[in-house]
């Protein structure tokens, strides 16, 4: 028996598609999402369908038998189009969806039009059915007047094309050309063909019968091998992604490790929600309980107060998107039992595209041994300094008294000699005036001596320059920072932006107000420590000075000491040498100005001194 | 040539203050004399006047403590006292360790002065006179022949003239000779008295002389 050679090729056309459509469904099945996978499997399905009444035309032995089949070719063909398009628009992520919906809508309107108004879309009427030669077998085919509708068809194929181009290009321009090339090229190629196979036996020209489903498969057998690629692609991905896993796994077992190292805390800072998470070791050093609630303005509790001004300032700056978002900081944290704690923070803040702040980042260090050892050594190096001041002084002294040690011994020897002279009947006269003489030149020469002194202090010291009063006071504030904060002294410094400069010498102007704050904070002994302040200000005093003010918190300066304070070697202190206000006084006349004290209304003493303010010209 | 007034010498490098000393000194009843610096002291100064120094510890060139060296190494060691600007511990405990009569502020009260100054005459009349006394006895002993040095110093050690005779090869009677003759040109009459004045002369302060 003679092998039906269209029975078979048309048959195994149906079952590849349809094979491709159950597994495509399987897989849509277990993966909902994955839409395309199921609009595939429709488009599979529907080409089974177009094959079957393919082969049910052409074994049509009566026209109605083959008018169904028409009418049912409608309905596949509306499966496979609207599932097509779908399937371009989602799997290419891209194409117009008015077209795609033009094409929907005709494709619906086709399907009632057939089987509820009982039209044949492609014939108006089938008059007889011919039967031709085709694979060596008879097979069976339409003669009749085409339905005007057909071209509307055909139209609407010419969409699907335009739809498909239109998707691929976007798809290209976008970068997935694989992709565009495979779908976009297959589709266009077999619907054109299809297209074409069809006009021309509608048209009547050639005597085939319709055979588009062959184009179809083609489509199909592109879609799935694209769709299989995807598959491989996901299973790569799923590869790279344990890679990846694994990597973040190493990745976070090091950032542990370094925060271990460390002995990082970690926080972060929801700033929308204002909520705050942080690690345990944080907490720990903080002195929170692991599932403590944490919220900002709490936190900021335990900061010392003198330091929250400066905590809060710098995050706001962060938090204002200054430097990048990033700032760091050091303070001091008062914890519940009493203890304080030094804590280095650093930290970052992320920012929304508009710029708003949404996280803040930190990690803090407790670093109250480090501190404690710059304390030792700032005090160990105050007290260097302390002692080479001494010292010095020390020496200044000394030799001031060696100097005049010498004419006054002399006056004093002269004066005795002097008194047993005239203790004689008969004084040799001559000889008490040349002591009396003596006793002159030896005064002299012992006022020389002092003189001599103060020239050579003012001479050595005045490198006169004109100085910005700011800086100056800011050295000071440096020098004295750790000593205040470890003696609990608040150090205030008012010093206005647009003072003129002054005209003096740095080295010894930071002498005179380092010895004044000093003092300061040694009048501070003793006094409650909510209320120890030294506070360093600065004002114009007219047009042609400059006036600072040292004052404190202590108790003042006795009425009956405060005009003898700065006489040399005049000294309230048991360590003191009482040199320190002579000096200042020398070092500020020799600047042309002037240095004075007072009581304050308030309580404390207050110093103050002038300076001159430097000559516009010649200062640089 | 002798001067016989214990004389203060002042030495000073300061003129006015050296000039005011001495003024109050010799108002004060002493001979003084003046010296700008410690080398003029030791060239210009009588060898032998008595006396005592006044010196001021700190001075260009020699210093105080130099002069005090250099002095107690010379045939005249005049007793000195130092005069300071400023009490400077190390150096007033040296000078007084290496013998100084006293260590004085140079503004110290006057009494305090006059009264160091006259301890330190008193002490260098006596120690002359220990020394004038050591002289005139060594004078005497070397009126003494080799052989009556030698049978002194057995003799001062308590030997018996018979052992002096057997140590010395020569007869007993000899010895006795010797004897005589050593205590007729000491004017002693026993021998207490020539140990003692042995001793004053600072002979035989070594062990027993070697044999010959």
Known sequence: ?620 | MSITEPTVHIVDDNPFFLAAASRLLRASGFTVRTFGSAESFLTQRDEDAPGCVLADVQMPGMNGLELQTALAQSRNPLPILFLTGHGDIASSVRAMREGAEDFLEKRAPRAQLLDAVTRALARDAREREGRARQRELRARFDTLTRRELEVLGHVVRGRLNKQIAGDLGIHERTVKLHRTAITTKLHVQSVAELTRLAHEAGLFTAPAPPCP
């Open chain 1, 1 to 620: 028996m003679a092998i039906s050679w269209v029975t078979v090729i048309w048959s195994m056309v149906a079952s590849a598609c349809l094979t491709l459509a159950v597994i495509y469904f399987v897989v849509w099945w277990t993966n909902r999402s994955a839409w395309a996978h199921l609009l595939f499997s429709v488009t599979a399905a529907a080409t089974t369908g177009v094959t079957f009444c393919e082969l049910w035309m052409m074994r049509a032995q009566t026209p109605a038998e083959l008018v169904a089949a028409l009418r049912w070719v409608q309905l596949w063909l509306f499966f496979l189009f609207v599932s097509l398009v779908w399937f371009v628009r989602i799997y290419l992520r891209a194409g117009s969806p008015w077209l795609a919906w033009t094409i929907t809508g005709l494709r619906t309107f086709y399907v009632p039009l057939t089987f509820l108004a009982g039209m044949n879309v492609d014939y108006s009427a089938v008059s007889s059915l011919r039967h031709i030669q085709f694979l060596g077998e008879p097979v069976t085919v339409v003669a009749g007047a085409l339905n005007p509708l057909t071209l509307l068809g055909q139209f609407g194929v010419l969409l699907i094309v335009v739809f498909v181009v239109d998707a691929s290009i976007t798809a290209w321009r976008r970068g997935d050309r694989q992709k565009a090339l495979t779908v976009g090229g297959a589709i266009v190629f077999f619907i054109l063909a299809g297209l074409g196979t069809s006009s021309l036996v509608l048209w009547g020209n050639v005597q085939v019968p319709i055979v588009v489903s062959q184009c179809y498969l083609g489509l199909v057998a592109v879609m799935g091998y694209e769709l299989s690629r995807d598959v491989i692609r996901a299973s790569q991905l799923v590869e790279e992604l344990k890679i990846t896993e694994s990597g973040l796994r190493e990745s976070e077992a090091r950032i542990k490790l370094a925060v271990e190292a460390g002995d990082l805390g970690i926080w972060i800072r929801d700033v929308v929600r204002n909520d705050i998470w942080a690690s345990e070791a944080w907490r720990t050093v903080f002195g929170y309980a692991p599932s403590e609630p944490l919220a900002f303005d709490e936190v900021m509790q335990r900061v010392h107060p003198d330091d929250r001004d400066m905590v809060r300032h710098a995050q706001a700056t962060a938090l204002a998107g200054a430097n990048g978002g990033r700032y760091q900081s050091e303070f001091r944290l008062v914890l519940p039992d009493g203890g304080t704690r030094w804590i280095a923070l650093q930290g970052r803040v992320e920012m929304d595209g508009t710029g708003r702040p949404i996280v803040m980042r930190g990690a803090s260090r407790d670093i109250t041994a480090r501190k404690h050892i710059e304390q030792e050594t700032q005090q160990l190096r105050q007290e260097i300094a302390h002692a080479g001041r001494v010292s010095m002084m020390g020496q200044l002294a000394s030799g001031l008294a060696h100097e005049i040690n010498q004419p006054l011994a002399a006056i004093l020897r002269n004066a005795e000699a002097a008194e047993l002279f005239l203790q004689d009947a008969s004084p040799d006269l001559d000889e008490v005036r040349a002591i009396l003489s003596d006793i002159r030149a030896d005064d002299e020469r012992a006022g020389h001596v002092i003189d001599r002194m103060r020239g050579l202090l003012k001479r050595q010291t005045l490198d006169a320059r004109a100085l910005d009063i700011r800086s100056l006071v800011n050295d000071v504030a440096a020098l004295v920072r750790v000593d205040a904060a470890v003696r609990h002294v608040k150090l205030d410094a008012d010093v206005p932006d647009d003072l003129p400069h002054v005209r003096g010498d740095r080295v010894h102007l930071q002498q005179v107000l380092l010895n004044l704050v000093l003092n300061g904070m040694d009048a501070l002994n003793g006094a409650s420590l909510e209320n120890r302040r030294v506070s360093v200000s600065a004002r114009l005093d007219g047009g042609q000075m400059v006036e600072l003010a040292v004052g404190d918190t202590g108790s003042g300066i006795a009425a009956d000491t405060l005009p003898r304070i700065f006489d040399p070697f005049f000294t309230t202190k048991p360590e003191g040498m009482g040199m320190g206000l002579a000096i200042s006084h020398t070092i500020i006349e020799a600047h042309g100005g002037m240095l004075w004290a007072a009581n304050q209304h308030g309580g404390g003493a207050v110093f103050r001194f002038t300076l001159p303010i430097a000559d516009r010209t010649s200062s640089t």
